[in-house]
């Protein structure tokens, strides 16, 4: 919070009260913390595995929805709490209006929780929920010709390789966007909500500000790097371990991204008309920011045509790799769905055969196979669910329905006049945002890391 407070401090801010007092605060209650658990650490178990990285995320949003709520920001808890969870979970959804007068400490406050938001779902999704069994499937996780489940032989490389990979990106981006015109303040920004996959932005209108082509380009290949597995740009450094198709879900996502641009820009061609070199590139940024579940916008894509609505309410679903700052599905696990899918198909024709399910060079569990699974009734349960709850508070089908997809799929932007790409969530009740906050937590913790914690079985011994 020492960042966003020295930013205000420089501009003569009030609001570096807020994030000095909030700091200290923070601060003594972490030490405090810390004392008082310096002694021997219980077992890891994968009970206490689930419990942690649950309530971790619950405590982190509380302390960054803080300074939100105590600042000059003039929003209920219930909105700060949502903000801060938008930001930690990389979504992108906001309940804050008038980005471009705000003070740069609240800005910089947001964007700094999706750039630690971000490499925390890295770190998690990699590290430690395979170890819970509990999806989070990677390259390195499925494979079984490796005779470690890591990269690297230790956990602090692969950590390390991590990190320098996500900071390396981070600069190359910020960079990029100075080069191209943006200011260093808003390239700085724009780079850490790039490279998390989050979103939030300076400026109202998003990326539509800039109103620059370039930066639209750069902004596009900047989100597909950050939504593929980034445990890629760790084997990049190591001998002989650098195969970019090794995992099936990375020509499968780039695939994806191409074909559903290429599909958008043709309908803008032909029903509105737009030069077909201008529509590729504005549909690509939109549909790539969408599927990476980043958020960003250069303008209401759901005025361009039927059809272009249709191929965005689809992307909506489908994420980025699994292993990256991405939400939503996951690549990796269409594919082994579709593997499933093939496989049942040619059963019925052939009942006797025996079929070996196949990930790249990999078999396919029966318990990869049931944790798919899981996940898929789960997150349409979950859907149905949500979309059930805000209708209950007044909110009509199709802003209940796509404001619970975009939180559950940590994508940003919904669909309507509310919650569209030209709007945000500021007018929804806090009830709904309560509801909203708890989508988001459980589409970006893979649903089964919290979920498990409601059954009374767990808590039996």
Same mark, same amino acid.
């Given at each position: 919070?020492?960042?966003?407070?020295? /930013?205000?401090?420089?501009?003569?801010?009030?609001?570096?009260?807020?994030?000095? +007092?909030?700091?200290?605060?923070?601060?003594?209650?972490?030490? =405090?913390? $810390?004392?008082?658990?310096?002694?021997?650490?219980?077992?890891?178990?994968?009970?206490?595995?689930?419990? !942690?990285?649950?309530?971790?995320?619950?405590?982190?949003?509380?302390?960054?929805?803080?300074? =939100?709520?105590?600042?000059?920001?003039?929003?209920?808890?219930?909105?700060?709490?949502?903000?801060? !969870?938008?930001?930690?979970? /990389? /979504?992108?959804?906001?309940?804050?209006?008038?980005?471009?007068?705000?003070?740069? +400490?609240?800005?910089?406050?947001?964007?700094?929780?999706?750039?630690?938001?971000?490499?925390?779902?890295?770190?998690?999704?990699?590290?430690?929920?395979?170890?819970?069994?509990?999806?989070?499937?990677?390259?390195?996780? !499925?494979?079984?010709?490796?005779?470690?489940?890591?990269?690297?032989p230790r956990v602090n490389q692969l950590t390390g390789g991590l990190i320098a990979a996500y900071v390396t990106l981070t600069l190359l981006c910020a960079i990029t966007y100075t080069a191209l015109g943006m200011s260093f303040f808003d390239a700085t920004n724009h780079a850490m909500t790039t490279l998390a996959t989050g979103g939030y932005s300076t400026h109202d209108a998003s990326m539509g500000y800039f109103d620059s082509n370039p930066l639209l380009i750069a902004s596009t290949v900047f989100m597909v790097l950050a939504a593929l597995p980034f445990v890629v740009y760790v084997r990049a450094f190591l001998p002989r371990r650098f195969q970019l198709w090794r995992d099936p879900q990375i020509l499968v996502f780039i !695939?994806?991204? $191409?074909?559903?641009?290429?599909?958008? $820009?043709?309908?803008?061609?032909?029903? *509105?008309?737009?030069?077909?070199?201008?529509?590729?590139?504005?549909?690509?940024?939109?549909?790539?920011?969408?599927?990476?579940?980043? +958020?960003?916008?250069?303008?209401?894509?759901?005025?361009?045509? *039927?059809?272009?609505?249709?191929?965005?309410?689809?992307?909506?679903? =489908?994420?980025?790799?699994?292993?990256?700052? &991405?939400?939503?599905?996951?690549? *990796?696990?269409?594919?082994?769905?579709?593997?499933?899918?093939?496989?049942?198909?040619?059963?019925?024709?052939?009942?006797?055969?025996?079929?070996?399910?196949?990930?790249?060079?990999?078999?396919?569990?029966?318990?990869?196979?049931?944790?798919?699974?899981?996940?898929?009734?789960?997150?349409?349960?979950?859907?149905?669910?949500?979309?059930?709850?805000?209708?209950?508070?007044?909110?009509?089908?199709?802003?209940?329905?796509?404001?619970? =997809?975009?939180?559950?799929?940590?994508?940003?932007?919904?669909?309507?006049?509310?919650?569209?790409?030209?709007?945000?969530?500021?007018?929804?009740?806090?009830?709904?945002?309560?509801?909203?906050? &708890?989508?988001?937590?459980? +589409?970006?913790?893979?649903?089964?890391?919290?979920?498990?914690?409601?059954?009374?079985?767990?808590?039996?011994?």
């Amino acid at each position: 919070m020492s960042v966003p407070a020295l /930013t205000d401090l420089s501009d003569q801010s009030g609001d570096f009260r807020v994030f000095l +007092g909030t700091g200290i605060l923070v601060g003594v209650i972490c030490t =405090l913390v $810390a004392v008082a658990t310096s002694g021997q650490r219980p077992e890891f178990t994968q009970k206490l595995g689930f419990l !942690m990285v649950t309530t971790v995320w619950i405590v982190a949003c509380v302390i960054g929805a803080l300074p =939100l709520y105590f600042s000059s920001v003039k929003i209920t808890f219930a909105g700060a709490f949502f903000e801060s !969870m938008s930001g930690l979970t /990389t /979504t992108g959804s906001t309940v804050i209006s008038g980005l471009d007068s705000l003070p740069r +400490g609240i800005l910089l406050w947001r964007s700094l929780l999706q750039w630690l938001g971000g490499i925390g779902i890295i770190g998690m999704v990699l590290l430690i929920l395979p170890s819970l069994q509990a999806g989070g499937l990677t390259l390195f996780h !499925m494979e079984s010709s490796d005779k470690s489940d890591k990269v690297l032989p230790r956990v602090n490389q692969l950590t390390g390789g991590l990190i320098a990979a996500y900071v390396t990106l981070t600069l190359l981006c910020a960079i990029t966007y100075t080069a191209l015109g943006m200011s260093f303040f808003d390239a700085t920004n724009h780079a850490m909500t790039t490279l998390a996959t989050g979103g939030y932005s300076t400026h109202d209108a998003s990326m539509g500000y800039f109103d620059s082509n370039p930066l639209l380009i750069a902004s596009t290949v900047f989100m597909v790097l950050a939504a593929l597995p980034f445990v890629v740009y760790v084997r990049a450094f190591l001998p002989r371990r650098f195969q970019l198709w090794r995992d099936p879900q990375i020509l499968v996502f780039i !695939m994806i991204c $191409a074909v559903l641009s290429f599909a958008i $820009a043709v309908t803008r061609r032909i029903f *509105n008309d737009t030069p077909f070199g201008e529509a590729l590139i504005s549909s690509a940024f939109n549909l790539v920011s969408v599927i990476t579940t980043t +958020g960003y916008a250069s303008e209401d894509y759901t005025l361009w045509s *039927n059809a272009a609505i249709g191929i965005f309410f689809l992307a909506m679903f =489908l994420g980025g790799c699994a292993g990256s700052t &991405a939400g939503g599905i996951k690549a *990796n696990r269409l594919v082994i769905l579709f593997l499933v899918v093939r496989a049942g198909f040619r059963k019925l024709v052939r009942p006797h055969a025996v079929i070996r399910l196949k990930y790249g060079n990999d078999d396919i569990s029966d318990q990869t196979i049931q944790t798919v699974t899981i996940f898929f009734f789960l997150f349409f349960g979950t859907l149905l669910t949500g979309t059930v709850l805000l209708t209950m508070f007044g909110l009509d089908l199709i802003t209940a329905f796509s404001g619970t =997809l975009t939180a559950l799929s940590n994508v940003g932007p919904g669909f309507g006049q509310i919650i569209g790409p030209a709007g945000n969530f500021s007018s929804l009740p806090d009830s709904a945002l309560w509801v909203l906050s &708890a989508a988001m937590l459980l +589409g970006r913790l893979e649903l089964v890391t919290v979920l498990i914690l409601l059954f009374p079985s767990v808590w039996a011994d």
